[in-house]
């Protein structure tokens, strides 16, 4: 291996120690900015957040989509969030295909299935899905797609896009689910869309439009309602969790609104991962 190899693949934890071991948790920060969420880190408002980031924030990352269906189709077939810097980067997990570039000894490789949901079923891991916006609904055979590779699916009304407490109610959910007697001795691979931050967000900031003040105090919201999550989660025992955004939003920049474009501020988010220790052990 070159040491340009190397040095990419000891950005990863071997994931071989990980799947089996650990709960596995994929939190995506619907339409989450990256300029939006590091400014907040490095104003000190995401404390729970930030006890989990290293001390630099962030990583700056590139979406594979501009909106979430596309990037959620990426991210199970092992296609995360790419590093903003020249690769190649070594993936967490893939699916087994000829001519990978991005696979190393430290990917976790599933040889037999087309998504890590299934590969992650097939470790002996108990898959859940708390949906957040319209793509997760079950309303629809679209709204289906993606909640359908998972055991369970769950999505209300109060876990929407709409909904002022979407991520307050779908944490309560999360850790309910968690708790369940028939769970405590499986290891849960637990998929959460978190919905708040997507427009509408101008409530968060109690103004008549959505903007990037808006956007920024539904991360606030956000950091807040996680907090019991993670407390969870080290009740368990230890996981990993992988938190990012699927694309950004553009609030009028160069002329650009919403997403499913290719404004920087679409394609770069906001990328973590870390592990969670159980309990009064140390990580």
């Not at 898959?127 to 999505?155: D, K």
């Not at 999360?174 to 997507?198: G, T, Y």
């Not at 407390?231 to 938190?243: H, K, M």
Request: negative net charge; hydrophobic residues 40%; aromatic residues 10%.
């Amino acid at each position: 291996m070159s040491a340009e190899r190397q040095h990419v693949a000891s950005r990863n934890p071997d994931m071989h120690r990980i799947v089996g071991t650990h709960d596995i948790v994929m939190i995506t920060l619907d339409t989450l900015r990256y300029d939006v969420a590091q400014e907040q880190f490095h104003a000190g408002r995401l404390p729970h957040l930030a006890a989990h980031l290293p001390h630099s924030g962030w990583e700056l990352r590139h979406t594979p989509g501009t909106f979430t269906y596309a990037a959620h189709c990426a991210f199970f077939a092992g296609f995360l969030p790419t590093p903003a810097s020249p690769g190649p980067h070594s993936r967490l997990f893939a699916l087994r295909f000829d001519g990978s570039e991005t696979t190393d000894e430290h990917t976790f490789v599933f040889d037999t299935t087309d998504n890590i949901v299934a590969g992650l079923a097939q470790q002996g891991y108990h898959t859940i899905c708390i949906g957040g916006v319209g793509f997760f609904n079950m309303r629809n055979p679209l709204g289906l797609a993606l909640p359908q590779l998972f055991s369970e699916r769950w999505w209300r009304p109060e876990f929407s896009v709409t909904a002022a407490e979407s991520t307050r109610r779908q944490v309560e959910f999360a850790c309910e689910r968690l708790a369940d007697a028939d769970l405590m001795s499986q290891r849960v691979f637990l998929f959460i869309n978190i919905s708040a931050i997507h427009q509408p967000n101008r409530h968060y900031a109690n103004l008549p439009e959505d903007c990037l003040e808006s956007h920024a105090a539904a991360l606030r919201y956000v950091d807040a309602a996680l907090a019991p999550l993670w407390r969870t989660l080290a009740a368990r025992g230890p996981s990993f969790a992988i938190v990012c955004s699927d694309h950004g939003t553009a609030y009028g920049e160069d002329g650009y609104r919403g997403h499913r474009h290719g404004h920087p501020v679409v394609l770069n988010v906001p990328y973590a991962h870390f592990e969670i220790a159980a309990a009064g052990k140390d990580p």
